[in-house]
């Protein structure tokens, strides 16, 4: 409960920023891609997140892997922060929160469409339509 109000503040606060210059969808791009990469890869994990090691080294192991990946000087500034603040283990959720802001604000809903059988690509388009119409928002299934 508390990681989940925080990953939420920590989304809200990178959102805002992402508002004022108008880089939501470049930001939600960046930080899939880096949470997906840390919780892809658990050395990299370990490497940024073990406390058996020291915490100039780790910082340092995430700049450079930021370093690399060109991310943009916001992304970059935010996640040192994390880092700094003791909420890099709060990445995954915040990556959730932060996604889902970003697809309100752009007025997409998500769902998922479970069936019995193999729909045809004709009945998976009428029931997408018919959601959108529904719910008056753009979906992704």
């Keep these: 409960m508390i990681n989940s109000a925080i990953s939420r503040r920590y989304a809200k606060a990178l959102l805002l920023i992402a508002k004022e210059d108008g880089q939501a969808e470049l930001y939600g791009k960046e930080l899939g891609g880096f949470a997906g990469l840390v919780s892809g890869n658990a050395a990299i ?33 935010f996640l040192l922060l994390l880092f700094d603040k003791g909420r890099f283990g709060c990445l995954i959720d915040i990556n959730e929160c932060y996604q889902k802001l970003a697809d309100e604000l752009k007025g997409v809903a998500r769902a998922s469409l479970v069936s019995a059988t193999q729909l045809s690509s004709d009945a998976t388009d009428k029931i997408h339509a018919a959601l959108s119409k529904m719910i008056g928002k753009e979906i992704i299934l």
């Design 45 to 77: 994990e370990q490497a940024v997140s073990n406390p058996l090691y020291e915490v100039k080294g780790r910082r340092m192991v995430l700049q450079t892997v930021i370093e690399k990946l060109e991310l943009s000087r916001v992304m970059a500034s």
